[in-house]
């Protein structure tokens, strides 16, 4: 059964920096996309970060680009995000996702074509 769970939410101040990690498990392919989403409240989901199993490199929303990287350990099953200069309007709930048995980011920022959710972590970013 595929898992994901997040970790290193938390509070911190514009301008500051905090790093997210994915753990996950079980997943049925070789071939799979994973990245991040997030929600702030009163908002729909949208799609943050994403980094596949046959793409070259990972992808990175606009309100990302710039400022967060996604990652990859294989040998640990995570992925993480590093989130740098961040703004009040990135609070949100961050999630991780994934689709299964299909490699590549393209179609990705459509939350409704995520296989697994996890169940997501807080992040505030106030003075």
């Known amino acids: 059964q595929v898992q994901l769970v997040e970790s290193g939410g938390g509070a911190v101040q514009p301008g500051g920096s905090l790093r997210l990690s994915c753990a996950y498990s079980?997943?049925?392919?070789?071939?799979?996309?994973i990245g991040w989403f997030r929600q702030a409240p009163g908002k729909e989901r949208e799609w943050v970060s994403c980094?596949?199993?046959?793409?070259?490199?990972?992808w990175h929303a606009d309100s990302a680009k710039g400022r967060f990287t996604i990652s990859r350990d294989n040998a640990k099953n995570t992925i993480d995000l590093q989130m740098n200069k961040l703004k009040p309007d990135d609070t949100a709930v961050y999630y991780c996702?994934?689709?299964?048995?299909?490699?590549?980011?393209?179609?990705?920022?459509?939350?409704?074509?995520?296989?697994?959710w996890g169940k997501g972590i807080l992040v505030t970013v106030s003075s």
């Open positions: 996702a994934t689709i299964q048995a299909y490699g590549y980011c393209i179609g990705f920022s459509d939350a409704t074509s995520m296989d697994y």
């Open positions: 079980g997943f049925t392919s070789v071939h799979y996309a």
């Open positions: 980094i596949a199993s046959d793409d070259s490199s990972p």
